[in-house]
């Protein structure tokens, strides 16, 4: 699995970070951002909610 | 169990909770404060993840949700993040309709509400009669019905120096607050108009497994359902018209108009919510809040409040004001959901009560009169809608209930059509 923030479109509410840690983190242009690729198998159900949650949609999944 | 009985076992239940409480207690910042999560999905999960961070002498001690599955996901979920401080007696896990009601009376401190929105004021109301502190997910109600009980309940909770916190977190962002109090204080003159925009792509979708109900089909799908929901307007927008509630210094507007439908998202997996809302609220001395929203793949997405005022411009959510006097905020940027909780649990150690029920009722109500103005085509006055008894609810409380809605026999459900269906 491979998840993708459209920095466009991120609203930098910080809640991807705080739902799934081991995926997003908030970067320095204070948008959030993925920092491992591809998901780990552990993080894929929590990365998956926090593209759910994403209150702007700016999450992308896609399944390998 | 009907919505009044309901609401009056709720209240039974929540006495004898008053029982085991003594806010007091926790002044003194070092007993165990014992937090009880009602609603488990992503948002509750989170909220409760929050509080644990928020509070180090915190613990998770009782979960409820309407299903087993979504309860236990999210107790792994917590329990491998905290620890012993998320692991949650099976006993202290309850499901079904009445979970809520079976946490209040099993020793918890603080409730976090994270439930689908139409469930929000009867579950707030059984939390404050119980004496408990809350964190309110945002929006509180779907009706108007609905926000009146909220109002109540939290001047109830002020009376009894309760804790009311709500999830409108843009509120708790220090630089959301410092542009917005630059805005109160003369920084773009008077406001002339307001645009709020709430434009994303296609959010989630549950299916539907043969064994389930009707009623269990919906509530596994309550986005898409407006009784549950509040329309998509209502249960995600209301973050954008909370932030234009707070520049108008969270006085009502006179009233509102707009258009919507469904254009793209029209299967009926989609309920009978909208796919777009363009609403037009109206202020006293002319001020105008335009507010769009709009759930369709391949779009366009924008999320921003732009306030055009009389000596400039502020954009809220990139903290900058530019007119005579340009500003850019460089404080601080924390997590805004954990200052949330911080501050609910601060209050409390402190003996002191945060009351948000005053804007939290009204952002909701603003969302539901829009929601109200396209269903119906109609230019509805806030007091009007306000009164209205129109309560969008189920003939009882059970996975073998009746829905408000059902679908026709080619699964479609009735979807509001404006200039035809009554709202007030």
Request: charged letters at 25%; glycine letters at 10%; a neutral charge.
């Amino acid at each position: 699995m491979k998840a993708r923030v459209d920095p466009e479109v991120c609203i930098s509410c910080g809640l991807c970070p705080d739902v799934c840690p081991e995926v997003f983190e908030m970067g320095d242009d204070d948008k959030a951002r993925v920092k491992v690729d591809p998901v780990p198998p552990e993080a894929e159900a929590t990365c998956r909610e926090a593209a759910d949650q994403c209150p702007s949609t700016a999450i992308q999944i896609e399944e390998s | 169990m009907n919505r009044r009985a309901f609401l009056k076992t709720g209240a039974a239940a929540a006495a004898l909770g008053t029982l085991t409480v003594a806010r007091t207690a926790h002044a003194a910042g070092s007993d165990v404060l014992r937090i009880g999560l009602v609603g488990c999905g992503g948002r509750g999960s989170g909220a409760a993840a929050n509080a644990l961070d928020a509070d180090p002498n915190s613990r998770l001690v009782a979960m409820a949700d309407a299903f087993a599955d979504r309860l236990q996901g999210s107790l792994a979920s917590l329990k491998g993040r905290y620890g012993e401080r998320a692991a949650v007696d099976p006993e202290r896990c309850f499901t079904g309709f009445d979970a809520y009601q079976k946490l209040l009376a099993s020793g918890v401190d603080v409730v976090i509400l994270a439930t689908t929105p139409h469930f929000r004021p009867i579950q707030l109301r059984a939390c404050v009669e119980a004496g408990k502190h809350v964190f309110c997910e945002k929006p509180v109600a779907v009706d108007p019905p609905g926000v009146r009980s909220v109002l109540a309940t939290c001047e109830l909770a002020a009376k009894k120096n309760l804790n009311v916190v709500s999830g409108l977190c843009w509120r708790y962002d220090p630089g959301v607050r410092e542009t917005i109090q630059r805005v109160l204080d003369g920084a773009i003159g008077d406001i002339v108009a307001i645009q709020e925009t709430y434009n994303t792509g296609t959010v989630w979708h549950h299916g539907r497994k043969p064994e389930w109900t009707e009623m269990e089909y919906q509530m596994r799908n309550w986005y898409y359902f407006t009784w549950l929901s509040g329309d998509h307007n209502v249960e995600q927008h209301v973050h954008s018209l909370d932030k234009a509630a707070w520049a108008m210094r969270d006085e009502p507007p006179l009233r509102a108009w707009g258009l919507g439908g469904r254009q793209v998202r029209t299967e009926p997996k989609f309920g009978d919510i909208y796919d777009h809302h363009a609403v037009v609220y109206e202020y006293a001395g002319g001020a105008r809040v335009y507010s769009y929203c709009r759930q369709m793949a391949g779009c366009s997405s924008d999320t921003s409040d732009v306030f055009l005022g009389t000596k400039g411009r502020a954009d809220i959510l990139n903290r900058r004001i530019d007119g005579p006097t340009p500003w850019r905020y460089a404080g601080p940027k924390p997590d805004m959901y954990h200052v949330e909780h911080q501050a609910l649990f601060a209050a409390i150690r402190a003996g002191k009560a945060i009351n948000n029920g005053l804007y939290m009722a009204r952002s909701t109500m603003l969302a539901i009169l829009g929601r109200m103005a396209t269903y119906s085509g109609q230019t509805i006055a806030w007091q009007d809608a306000l009164d209205s008894q129109r309560a969008l609810a189920p003939d009882r409380y059970a996975m073998d209930g009746t829905p408000p809605t059902l679908p026709d026999g080619e699964g479609r459900y009735p979807v509001a059509m404006p200039g035809v269906g009554k709202v007030l």
